[in-house]
């Protein structure tokens, strides 16, 4: 039943991350339109103090559907793991292993961590003191490591 959470989550996700892009756009549009005018209030809005340039605030959704489409990425890997699908077949050109693309690699702590959450509940003598909850989790990494036979350089834990 946890899963039904997960993918909650991760439609949720993908909903905020369209809702900020249209935001986003709206924004950038404005500041186009005033051009250099942009950086200084409407004389209407002189005396507010919640005024913001629309770049500025263009910057700051941009940043936060980046900080989305990161959890996103991670929460779709952990969903994927918890059905049992093959990584190859959820990423299946980990772009960030080649050389001219960069892109960052998974937050490989962040699915340890759904997986731990969302994912099959452990026998409930481990979750009586932290030793041997560390020690699951431990052996949750080790598996979650194994399943994605992603080289160890890449998965760095938070």
Known sequence: MALAYLKVKIKSLAAEAKIIRHEELKYLRTARWLGVRAETPPPRLSNSATWLPPRSV???LYAHRIEISIEQRAALIAYGYIRGRPYRTIEYAPYYLKAPFCRP???WGRIRDLVWKYGPSPDPSVLRDKKTTDKAKDDLWKTIKAWADV???QKKVA
């Open 151 to 153: 080289p160890a350089a």
């Open 105 to 107: 690699g998974p937050d």
């Open 58 to 60: 263009y910057a700051g």
